[in-house]
């Protein structure tokens, strides 16, 4: 049956947070800086312990619509239940959108948060992959004092594989689709902020295909195809090689040129990240991850051959690859769609592209991981940066709503069919167990073996902590 789970604020081993923050505070004081901490991490294999290796974010760009999702209200009045009906799923009790069939069939796999809320009213993915919502709503490029996100704390920590990234962002950097609209537009979140740039993802880099053109631009929907690609040398920041021929596939240059190149001592005029930069490159783990190629037609097809399916599925291949932190994107592309930022045709966006979509790469993801033996130690989850206005307005929209959202996890040490939090009758307020991006991202560093509670310094020296007050959810924990 269904179980609606709470918490209190104590900690699994009954300590308040307000405790071990003093203590922690202490121990910076008693001579453990952060080095020794750090290069204890790496050389103590029980310091990172998490169950999960791997954790694959699937951001909803845009705003998903909770109401009309994951958190139906069929009682509601009918200027805020909108158009779908719900259905039954796998977890007896739980009922979602009829539009999410194959979605529903695995919600027994599945715990559902539906009481994230918070404050930051912008389309940024900082909230909800550093965990701080104090950014400003009208910022369109990462700035240098932005807090460092996931990807980054796990390449600081120096997780992963030596010849992979330690984080890689799919099918593009968060804006690059809508540089027709904002120009020079790089969406904050992805990034490694005060921690320098040396920590950034690799951005993979798409051309995206259109198979026909918007009735309405923006507003009616088209779906992208296509998939994402490893950027070119030169398409990397700082890494010019301009003697390489353009008009040659990165793969036939690097196969052909590498011996070159390496040995002319460019190489090794370039800096440590450039130089890492290059090997991932040459590499051929990171080259076979990007290939889909490799993947039969009936698996790709399982997936999608949309942008976000074909990310999802190389996503999975670099879960193999042993690459720890990979976030998927459902970029907006200028005129052909705004994704889940759905101020007009609300429900025609949801039911004719967007729901249709996720319920074929998620449910595919799913169950290829679990066929693999992946499922358990890889974390999967669907959220987006905020959810939408319980009011339908006059153009069919729901407008943007930070205070209430969702967030579906899946594997990777978290409890299967379960669901956490609860919301009002117009599904407006979290009216039990309020989750805050912070929250999201203390429990998945707590998931990753990572202490949620580690600070990182500033560029002034000053501790930041890494999940920004966020607490660990623990009865979402297996």
Request: hydrophobic residues 35%; aromatic residues 8%; charged residues 20%.
């Amino acid at each position: 049956m269904l179980n609606v789970l709470g918490q209190s604020g104590k900690l699994c081993d009954g300590v308040s947070r307000r405790e071990a923050m003093r203590v922690g505070g202490l121990s910076l004081f008693a001579g453990m800086t952060l080095p020794r901490l750090l290069h204890a991490a790496e050389t103590n294999p029980s310091a990172r312990s998490g169950k999960a290796k791997s954790v694959i974010l699937f951001n909803l760009l845009g705003g998903p619509s909770h109401q009309d999702m994951f958190d139906l209200k069929p009682n509601a009045p009918v200027e805020v239940r909108g158009e779908f009906q719900p259905i039954s799923t796998s977890l007896p009790g739980l009922h979602i959108c009829e539009h999410l069939p194959n979605t529903a069939k695995l919600m027994h796999k599945a715990c559902l948060i539906r009481s994230v809320t918070h404050g930051y009213n912008a389309h940024n993915p900082l909230n909800i992959m550093t965990g701080f919502s104090g950014g400003r709503f009208d910022q369109l490029r990462p700035e240098p004092t932005d807090p460092p996100d996931i990807g980054a704390i796990c390449q600081y920590l120096k997780m992963g594989q030596r010849d992979m990234p330690g984080a890689v962002c799919l099918p593009c950097y968060p804006g690059w689709g809508e540089s027709s609209m904002y120009p020079g537009i790089r969406r904050p979140g992805p990034y490694g902020g005060f921690l320098g740039s040396q920590y950034d993802p690799l951005f993979a880099v798409c051309e995206p295909k259109f198979d026909r053109e918007p009735k309405v631009a923006y507003y009616d929907q088209v779906i992208p195809m296509g998939e994402p690609k490893l950027p070119t040398l030169d398409e990397l920041p700082g890494l010019s090689i301009n003697r390489l021929d353009r008009r040659r596939s990165i793969l036939d240059q690097l196969d052909t040129q590498f011996e070159t190149t390496r040995t002319s001592g460019a190489i090794d005029r370039l800096s440590h990240f450039q130089q890492r930069a290059f090997d991932m490159l040459i590499s051929s783990k990171t080259r076979d991850a990007f290939d889909l190629s490799r993947e039969p037609d009936v698996l790709r097809d399982r997936y999608g051959r949309n942008m976000s399916g074909s990310s999802l599925l190389v996503a999975r291949r670099l879960v193999e690859a042993g690459v720890p932190f990979i976030s998927v994107h459902a970029e907006i592309f200028g005129r052909y769609g705004h994704s889940y930022d759905m101020h007009e045709n609300n429900f025609g966006m949801l039911k004719d592209s967007n729901l249709p979509i996720l319920d074929r790469g998620y449910p595919a993801l799913i169950e290829d991981l679990e066929s693999r033996g992946l499922l358990d130690s890889t974390l999967v989850i669907v959220m987006g940066e905020m959810g939408r206005a319980p009011r339908v307005n006059g153009k069919a929209g729901r407008d943007h709503w930070p205070q209430c959202g969702f967030s579906l996890l899946t594997g990777g040490g978290v409890k299967s069919g379960c669901v956490f939090g609860e919301t009002d009758k117009q599904a407006a307020y979290p009216i039990s167990h309020p989750v805050s991006p912070g929250d999201i991202v203390a429990t998945i560093y707590q998931l990753l073996g990572i202490d949620p509670y580690l600070t990182v310094p500033d560029p002034l020296g000053r501790p930041v902590h890494v999940a920004h007050g966020g607490e660990p959810i623990w009865d979402v924990l297996a």
